[in-house]
């Protein structure tokens, strides 16, 4: 089972960047998946979420209207699509799958190994 992210990299505040989350050994829609972020000194936190199935979506509210999290089931891959970026984006972007959507880390059994997003003029 395995998780592999990309897709991050440094753009200018108000750009666009689509992470993505390709997953090996089982199959994503049938678990959840939830997109986290760390920067420098802060904790962990989520930032959107899909159910499994039907794929209901949650976002935190510091991006909401701006971050969608779309799911390709042919590719087996979750993205994280991400408009109107702020400075305030810049962190260390982990997918996770797990059964049910959570805002909590410690509900997801695997993680991919984060990819870099920075946010800079």
């Known amino acids: 089972v395995q998780l592999v992210e990309s897709g991050g990299g440094l753009v200018q505040p108000g750009g666009s960047l689509r992470l993505s989350c390709e997953a090996s050994?089982?199959?994503?829609?049938?678990?959840?998946q939830g997109w986290f972020r760390q920067a420098p000194g802060k904790e962990r936190e989520g930032v959107s979420s899909?159910?499994?199935?039907?794929?209901?979506?949650y976002y935190a509210d510091s991006v909401k209207g701006r971050f969608t999290i779309p799911r390709d089931s042919a590719k087996n891959t979750v993205y994280l699509q991400m408009n109107n970026l702020k400075p305030e984006d810049t962190a260390v972007y982990y997918c996770?799958?797990?059964?049910?959507?959570?805002?909590?880390?410690?509900?997801?059994?695997?993680w991919g190994q984060g990819t870099q997003v920075t946010v800079s003029s």
């Open positions: 996770a799958s797990g059964r049910n959507p959570s805002w909590d880390a410690m509900r997801y059994d695997y």
């Open positions: 899909i159910s499994n199935g039907q794929g209901v979506a």
């Open positions: 050994g089982f199959t994503l829609e049938y678990y959840a």
